[in-house]
Nanobody, 126 residues
Framework: QVQLVESGGGLVQAGGSLRLSCAAS????????MAWFRQCPGKEREFAAS????????YYADSVKGRFTISRDSAKNTVYLQMNSLKPEDTAVYYC???????????????????WGQGTQVTVSS
């Protein structure tokens, strides 16, 4: 089993930057991909970015493309989400997710991921 712990959320003004971290522990060798999703109150959880653990291919939602960058440090079993040019509409709880079941399927859907972190709040003020 893999456990995930997010950190780095907080309050930032529009146009500012934040970097989220997600540290994985446990059976991390079985991880095929990791991702960041976000959820606003009353809305469904939505995909933000994902990265394959082998090969480092990355994928982004159109809403964050060009502003957010997902990366990983294999030695530290940690994935990051660098968020630049933040907008008030980026305000949400951000969740880290890991795909440990199999290497197939979309990396942009919530049901592809079987391990989730507890979430970290990001608030962007206008």
């Amino acid at each position: 089993q893999v456990q995930l712990v997010e950190s780095g959320g907080g309050l930032v003004q529009a146009g500012g930057s934040l970097r989220l971290s997600c540290a994985a522990s446990g059976r991390t060798f079985s991880t095929y991909a990791m991702a960041w999703f976000r959820q606003c109150p009353g809305k469904e959880r939505e995909f933000a970015a994902s990265i394959r653990w082998s090969g480092s291919a990355t994928y982004y939602a159109d809403s964050v493309k060009g502003r957010f960058t997902i990366s990983r440090d294999s030695a530290k079993n940690t994935v990051y989400l660098q968020m630049n040019s933040l907008k008030p509409e980026d305000t949400a709880v951000y969740y880290c997710a890991a795909k440990t079941n199999h290497p197939y399927g979309s990396l942009q859907q919530t049901d592809s991921y079987d391990v989730w972190g507890q979430g970290t709040q990001v608030t962007v003020s206008s």
